[in-house]
C-alpha cells in the first residue's frame, strides 16, 4: 500500500511560480511512476506530468512543457512540481497518483492505484 500527500498549493499572479510537493510513503518501487493529474470545476481530471521512482523517465502534458518541471528526491520519498509561468488556465486542484508495475499508460489516470487528496492551485489573472 503507498499512501501519498500533496503540499504547496495557493493563490498566485499570473506569471508567478508555485512548487508542489508529493510525499509518499509505504511500500513504494523502483518501477513505480508518480504523476500529477488536475481537475478543474466542471472539467475531466486531465494529466500534467509524471517521472518514474527510478528517476530516469519523465512524460508532460503539451500544455505545460517548457513551464513545468517533474523531480523527485528519492531520499525524502517526494516528488515534486515545479510550475513557472503560471496562466488563470492553470487553476485546479492538482493530485498526486502513483502507478504500479504492469500498467504503462502513463497519460491515463484509470492506469494509476493510489491517490492523494489533492491541493488547490489557483492563478489570478
Known amino acids: 500500500q503507498v499512501q501519498l500527500v500533496e503540499s504547496g498549493g495557493g493563490l498566485v499572479q499570473a506569471g508567478g511560480s508555485l512548487r508542489l510537493s508529493c510525499a509518499a510513503s509505504?511500500?513504494?518501487?523502483?518501477?513505480?511512476?508518480v504523476g500529477w493529474f488536475r481537475q478543474a470545476p466542471g472539467k475531466e481530471r486531465e494529466f500534467v506530468a509524471a517521472i518514474s521512482w527510478s528517476g530516469g523517465s519523465t512524460y508532460y502534458a503539451d500544455s505545460v512543457k517548457g513551464r513545468f518541471t517533474i523531480s523527485r528526491d528519492r531520499a525524502k520519498n517526494t516528488v515534486h512540481l515545479q510550475m513557472n509561468s503560471l496562466k488563470p488556465e492553470d487553476t485546479a486542484v492538482y493530485y498526486c497518483a502513483a502507478q504500479r508495475e504492469g500498467y504503462s499508460d502513463r497519460y491515463y489516470s484509470g492506469d494509476y492505484q493510489y491517490w492523494g487528496q489533492g491541493t488547490q492551485v489557483t492563478v489570478s489573472s
Open positions: 509505504g511500500r513504494i518501487f523502483s518501477t513505480y511512476f
